[in-house]
């Protein structure tokens, strides 16, 4: 199970963290990551982190998201700062490991102008 925190309406300008652990029987988790849709949009991807620590951005949130992780609480963390009006979306987690890809529930994030 994936449980996901940290979402809420916000001021432009202003920072959110979210956070995603992992519960249960999860075992060599390679990539974690989140995504965000919005409504009316596809699913995309934001950001997410290998089990060597690379990362991956969207060219959207490049010097303004920050992905991280924990491998001891299996859990994976999204700092937002900067936040802009067009980041408003349901935000997922997700992680993947062998022989599985499990998704978060959502956690809505909505940056108000």
């Known amino acids: 199970e994936l449980v996901e925190s940290g979402g809420g309406l916000v001021q432009a300008g202003g920072s959110l963290r979210l956070s995603c652990a992992a519960s249960?029987?999860?075992?060599?988790?390679?990539?974690m990551g989140w995504y965000r849709q919005a409504p009316g949009k596809q699913r995309e991807l934001v950001a997410n982190?290998?089990?060597?620590?690379?990362?991956n951005y969207a060219d959207s949130v490049k010097g303004r998201f920050t992905i991280s992780r924990d491998n001891a609480k299996n859990t994976v963390y999204l700092q937002m700062n900067s936040l802009k009006s067009e980041d408003t979306a349901v935000y997922y987690c997700?992680?993947?490991?062998?022989?599985?890809?499990?998704w978060g529930q959502g956690t809505q994030v909505t940056v108000s102008s």
């Open positions: 249960g029987s999860i075992f060599s988790i390679n990539a």
């Open positions: 997700r992680v993947q490991g062998n022989g599985y890809d499990y």
């Open positions: 982190i290998a089990s060597g620590g690379s990362t």
